[in-house]
């Protein structure tokens, strides 16, 4: 391999590993790789090296997309961040490095904040442990379908994992993550209330959770397969299909 080219693979994190995941892409983008944050694109290149199921499949990432989720999500040292691009680069790659499907994902992905994109994250996470534990097949890809289907969440908990519900639900639905959501309190009795949180998934929302763990191929299968917990990122224990179950568990955890 050429000097020029040695060097850049040094330049990144994971040394020539990396050249697995990027493929010709990386001696492509080289220069303006090398202008980016380094803390925060090491995270970012790092969390799509992990994505990748076999690093030696021989497939390259798209330039197109590599290109923009670098510029976006390098300038940021936000594991979640970090997870989402991550994911989204790793999706990218194809035999031929020509599927820039993907694409969608990067602006969707830049116009939201660290805290909505984690508010993401654990509505989806939950929903996905949710569906597979019931063994009951839910099509992910019928909208009239996912509308019926509620997760309710104590508020309580969420707000302890720092994300800003009464805000950021109204932020994913503008942009189509979630189709329906609520915030209130319920009262239990005289001298008890609970502060709850439910949403309705799209079909887009499940989307964007699937190319996040590099598992676009496999997005039906959401109610099926657990696509797993990123490290390091707090999730809630409570969650439930109805208030009544939700206000039993609470009630059972003492929130």
């Known amino acids: 391999m050429a000097e020029d080219e040695k060097r850049i693979a040094i330049a990144v994190p994971g040394e020539w590993a990396l050249q697995k995941v990027f493929g010709p892409a ?67 790659r194809s035999s031929d490095g020509k ?28 929903l996905n442990k949710f569906f597979v534990a019931a063994h009951q097949p ?45 915030t209130d309190n319920h009262k239990i009795d005289h001298t008890r209330s609970l502060a709850y949180a439910y949403f309705t998934p799209t079909t887009f929302g499940i989307f964007l959770y699937a190319a996040a763990h590099n598992k676009l191929e496999v997005w039906r299968f959401f109610d099926r397969i657990d696509f797993g917990d990123f490290s390091d990122i707090a999730l809630p224990a409570i969650y439930a299909a109805t208030l009544d179950e939700l206000v039993a568990v609470a009630l059972q955890a003492k929130l």
Do not use: M
Request: hydrophobic letters at 40%; one cysteine or more; glycine letters at 8%.
């Open 26 to 92: 990386l001696t492509e983008i080289g220069e303006d790789l090398k202008k980016l944050y380094a803390k925060g694109r090491g995270k970012l290149v790092a969390a799509a090296y992990r994505k990748v199921p076999d690093q030696d499949d021989g497939k390259r990432a798209n330039l197109r997309v590599t290109r923009d989720v670098l510029w976006n999500g390098a300038f940021t040292e936000d594991e979640i961040c970090a997870e989402y691009f991550g994911g989204i680069l790793a999706s990218s």
């Open 99 to 126: 599927d820039d499907d993907a694409i969608q994902f990067v602006d969707v992905i830049k116009s939201l904040s660290s805290k909505q994109l984690r508010l993401h994250y654990t509505l989806y996470n939950s």
């Open 138 to 182: 839910v099509n992910v890809g019928q909208s009239t379908v996912l509308h019926t289907k509620k997760l309710w969440f104590a508020a309580a908990e969420l707000v302890r994992l720092g994300l800003h519900i009464e805000t950021d639900l109204n932020i994913l639905h503008r942009n189509g993550l979630v189709s329906e959501y609520q």
